[in-house]
């Protein structure tokens, strides 16, 4: 769940957006049909098997439509919880026009981040057992990573970097700019606070023992086939945290699980995991 700062400061605005972009003029249809404020109160159903996320999400899209206290959603589950199809999942008062102005939105929200966490859910129990680390990747959708990165923790993965700002990581073209594997890892441990670890992206064993040579924190085998990996991890012998990344799904990961790396990345969490279906039904006056 988020915490209140950074629903109010990181949240808010893009939810605002969205809304926005549904509403450039107005709700003609809702505007047509419900002139008056009426309270009314709809049921959130469940459409396929999966885990829920984005609870605080699809009620807050209610709540920034309406600031007063006629918004309010009885939740009968929690975010990380599975549900099933057909499941009530929520009762949603409000002004009828609000229900009715900001269903599609708040849907899309909660069916976008409940698809994600299902996925991740699916894809991290096949790591179970192991000490492997799963990661998501910045393969987002703009404006929507806050969303979609805590979707990946409500199923079971772990967050890499947030952005940019976030931490050191040396990919091919940082390399191919520096001049090389040894070079980049030199100019980066110049630049960066102590506090970071570097980490870089490597594609042959030769850019590996470069790696380890320059002192690389964590050391990401992109790309590489299975016996190439097994090769750079014991060329590594702990000297570096190691990373597996590079068209990683939830078909291929089992097979991974035997090399002794600490961390997979997938990029599939957020960039390719389906929606979850949900509907708001029986709507009516009260």
Known sequence: MFDPVTLKLNVDP?????????????DVSTNSVMPRP???????????????????????????????????ADFYVT???????????????????????????ALNYLQRMSGI????????????????????????SPNNRIFEKYAVRV?????????LSDGVLLKDNHIGAAGGVKNAIRMAKEYAPFVRKIEVETETLEMVKDAVE??????????????QMKEAVAWIDGRAQIEISGNVTS????????LGVDFISS????????ILDFSLKNLHAI
Not at 118 to 130: D, K, P
Not at 155 to 163: E, F, L, M, V
């Open 251 to 258: 078909e291929n990961i089992a097979k991974l699980t035997d």
């Open 79 to 105: 975010d990380g919880d599975s549900v099933k199809n057909g499941q009530p999942v929520a009762k949603i008062h409000g002004d009828i026009r609000v229900l009715l102005s900001g269903e599609r939105t």
């Open 267 to 274: 990029g599939a969490l957020t960039h390719s995991a389906p």
């Open 117 to 140: 966490a299902t996925y991740t859910f699916a894809t991290a129990s096949l790591l179970s057992g192991t000490k492997i680390r799963l990661l998501d990747t910045r393969k987002t």
């Open 155 to 163: 199923g079971g993965g772990n967050n890499h970097r947030y952005n």
């Open 14 to 26: 893009f939810i605002l957006s969205a809304l926005r972009e549904d509403m450039v003029n107005g």
């Open 38 to 72: 009426q309270l009314g109160e709809a049921d959130l159903i469940c459409k396929q098997e999966g885990i829920v996320c984005g609870l605080q999400i699809f009620e807050r899209v209610f709540k920034l439509l309406d600031e007063s206290e006629n918004v309010c």
């Open 214 to 227: 320059a002192g690389a924190d964590i050391i990401m085998l992109d790309n590489m086939s299975y016996e």
